[in-house]
């Protein structure tokens, strides 16, 4: 549900930002506004990969037992 949510949020902030580029945003705005997008998603990633590592470590421990 969370991915879901965070997708739908990216989507509108992308088409905002193709409405804004249309009518004649500076590609400066642009960029920073791309860059501030990327660095969400990096810790998203980031945020995953640890709950993954978490989980990993559960079932390992769930089948030693």
Known sequence: ???AAFS???AIILVALCLAMANG???G???ALL???IEELTLYVIEMQRENE???ERVN???EK
């Open 1 to 3: 549900m969370r991915a």
């Open 8 to 10: 739908r949020g990216s």
């Open 25 to 27: 945003l500076s590609l």
């Open 29 to 31: 705005a642009s960029q």
């Open 35 to 37: 860059l501030k997008k």
């Open 54 to 56: 978490a989980l990993k």
């Open 61 to 63: 421990k769930m089948e």
